[in-house]
């Protein structure tokens, strides 16, 4: 089962600069990989799949690289609704999907 | 619009039973994988269960393998999932999530609000 983690836990931004969320896998992935966000209260909302793909609907502020075993969720300017935790996914099998423990987003 | 409701949650002592609901609509329901995700007070996501769209498939984590069951009614457009021998760990808000299956990547691109499920005697 691939391991996926998560860095940094917290991550502290001032509204209008770029916040950049790291997911590891611990063996080669592809770009099989998903980005949520979470807000307090709500459930997740699908941000970017594929590794870079952005859903329908998402801002293009949002924008997800990389491939095999590094991937970046990057917010070119943050927004005041965009303060939440952001997790990464990874589909393993039917069987196992695993997630990242979570980045939370926070005002500087 | 796309909207999945899950109901049914509420305490239950260790070793206890619950089932769970989640009705969907704003989509064909019975053209899509369905899957139950769940959220420890304070935690990250962990996958529960899974469905295919017929029922003709089903999906266990190992923590909950012998002890859940899933199924749904594709004429009710509801997907189900009952809960036994519950433990304090299994105390978590449960989501149900639309699975889409595109260019190769499996991804959630739907979830619903959850139903919280306390565990304590």
């Known amino acids: 089962e691939t391991v996926m983690t998560q860095s940094p836990a917290t991550l502290s931004v001032s509204p209008g600069e770029r916040a950049t969320l790291s997911c590891r896998a611990s063996q080669s992935i592809g770009t099989d990989l998903a980005w949520y966000q979470q807000k307090p209260g709500q459930a997740p909302r699908l941000l970017i799949y594929g590794a870079s793909t952005r859903a329908t609907g998402i801002p293009t502020r949002f924008s997800g690289s990389g491939s095999g075993t590094e991937f970046t969720l990057t917010i070119s300017s943050l927004q005041s609704e965009d303060f939440a935790v952001y997790y990464c996914q990874h589909f393993n099998n039917w069987f196992t999907w695993t997630f990242g423990q979570g980045t939370k987003v926070e005002i500087k | 619009e796309v909207q999945l409701v899950a109901s049914g949650g509420g305490l239950v002592q260790p070793g206890g039973s619950l089932s769970l609901s989640c009705a969907a609509s704003?989509?064909?329901?019975?053209?899509?994988?369905m899957f139950w995700v769940r959220q420890a007070p304070g935690k990250g996501l962990e996958y529960v269960s899974g469905?295919?769209?017929?029922?003709?498939?089903?999906y266990y984590a190992n923590s909950v393998k012998g002890r859940f069951i899933i199924s749904r009614d594709n004429s009710k457009n509801t997907l189900y999932l009952q809960m036994g021998s519950l433990r304090a760990e299994d105390m978590a808000v449960y989501s149900c999530?639309?699975?889409?299956?595109?260019?190769?990547?499996?991804?959630?691109?739907?979830w619903g609000q959850g139903a919280l499920v306390t565990v304590s005697s």
């Open positions: 704003g989509f064909t329901f019975s053209s899509f994988a």
């Open positions: 999530a639309r699975v889409v299956h595109n260019s190769g990547w499996y991804y959630f691109d739907y």
């Open positions: 469905i295919s769209y017929n029922g003709g498939s089903t």
